[in-house]
């Protein structure tokens, strides 16, 4: 079983900063991208940044120079530092990953339970 579990949400006022973490944990054989999604009420989930296996980012437009998405693959965490927050970017934070389990000959798409992201202005 593996589970992913997102943590450092909360409440901030605009031009703040917020640190999300994403534990990994279970029976990982190997990880590939891990990325972080976010949603707010009536709208799609959409992709905030990814990270490779090899350290390679993407980002979504609305985000760029403001946040960082950096992993620490020895302790199977993946992290988004958020900086100069804006209303916009209150949503639920989910932490997605693509991991290949030892029990599997495959990769799968793992979600974590989400964490709430508040910005006020």
């Known amino acids: 079983q593996v589970q992913l579990v997102e943590s450092g949400g909360g409440l901030v006022q605009a031009g703040g900063s917020l640190r999300l973490s994403c534990v990994a944990s279970g029976s990982i054989f190997r990880f590939d991208v891990m990325s972080w999604y976010r949603q707010v009420p009536g709208k799609q989930r959409e992709l905030v940044a990814n990270?490779?296996?090899?350290?390679?980012?993407n980002y979504a437009d609305s985000v760029k120079g403001r946040f960082t998405i950096s992993r620490d693959s020895a302790k199977d965490t993946a992290y988004l530092q958020m900086n100069n927050l804006k209303p916009d970017d209150t949503a639920v934070y989910y932490c997605?990953?693509?991991?290949?389990?030892?029990?599997?000959?495959?990769?799968?798409?793992?979600w974590g339970q989400g964490t709430q992201v508040t910005v006020s202005s």
């Open positions: 990270i490779t296996i090899g350290g390679s980012t």
């Open positions: 997605n990953a693509l991991i290949l389990p030892y029990v599997s000959s495959a990769y799968s798409d793992y």
